[in-house]
């Protein structure tokens, strides 16, 4: 079995009801990592500033709220592997001419590998006017640092790929909803609402190779530096070869 210990502490700071800090840090760790691997600090603050109880903004009559937010911190995926990705597993196999147990490694292992870390922004809005329309607008930006992918070996150790921590990846993008109060009585309330987001993701930097293969199948997905991750490159067709009445394809390179 594997274990995950967590230890953490937090600071809350409220300055006039407007002014509002929240600081924490964690300590994390998980014996599915090899030793010194398997435990680390991870630091996170948010802000909130509420505009609209400041003195130029408390008696609009169009702006009845308004806050804005932020924050940015690391975080570990302790569930990245499994615990043999970095003991190995064996096992026990006995010769029946020599009576003898032989210990067998079953799969392939990196005790070099190290959590990955995710460091998060997030900035923020949220508006009322009139107490009847809402407006929110959000910005993340993560970027995955040591991210753990399988990497092509030679066949001749025996295995195809090794989970390694190789990479950069980052997923950025924007968040906005807009509601509005049509009826808002004690009787009936019909409220009617949007929202759109827009996501793009793309891998940062390889450290051992531009391009990792990870299947021998005809759509493979490719992790290339500057492009998507996970992108996949399938057959193009040809057409109908007029002999034999059947599509051809082109395979990727």
Same mark, same amino acid.
């Given at each position: ?16 009801? @407007? ?6 840090? @964690? ?8 030793? /010194?691997? @398997? %435990?680390? %600090? ?6 909130? %500033? ?54 067998? &490694? =079953? ?25 009847? =329309? ?14 753990? &992918? ?11 790929? &090794? ?8 997923? @950025? /993008? ?17 409220? =009617?609402?949007?929202?759109?987001? +827009? ?12 391009? =990792? +293969? ?18 996949? +490159? ?20």
């Amino acid at each position: 079995g594997y274990k995950l210990y967590s230890y953490f502490g937090r600071a809350l700071y409220n300055y006039a009801d @407007r002014y509002l800090l929240t600081a924490t840090l @964690r300590c994390d760790g998980s014996n599915k990592f090899a030793e /010194g691997h @398997r %435990w680390g %600090w991870f630091p996170s603050a948010a802000f909130a %500033w509420r505009a609209s109880q400041e003195n130029f903004l408390k008696d609009n009559k169009v702006i009845s709220r308004l806050n804005f937010k932020g924050s940015y911190g690391i975080t570990a995926n302790l569930n990245g592997v499994s615990a043999s990705t970095t003991t190995g597993t064996f096992s026990y196999s006995t010769n029946t001419y020599e009576d003898q147990r032989v210990l067998e &490694l =079953i799969s392939l292992y990196n005790k070099d590998l190290k959590p990955e870390q995710n460091k998060s922004v997030d900035l923020g809005m949220s508006m009322d006017l009139f107490n009847r =329309i809402t407006l929110d607008v959000n910005y993340y930006n993560r970027r995955t640092e040591q991210a753990l &992918l399988d990497v092509p070996i030679p066949t001749s150790v025996g295995y195809s790929t &090794l989970k390694r921590n190789i990479g950069v990846l980052e997923n @950025r /993008g924007i968040e906005l909803g807009l509601s509005a109060k049509i009826i808002d009585t004690y009787d009936c309330r019909l409220s =009617i609402g949007a929202n759109l987001a +827009y996501n793009d993701n793309k891998v940062l930097d390889l450290y051992y190779a531009d391009k =990792i +293969y990870t299947t021998e199948d005809a759509l493979v997905p490719d992790y290339e530096v500057g492009k998507s991750y996970d992108m996949l +490159y399938g057959p193009t067709s040809l057409g109908i070869n007029p002999l034999t009445g059947y599509p051809v394809f082109l395979l990727p390179d």
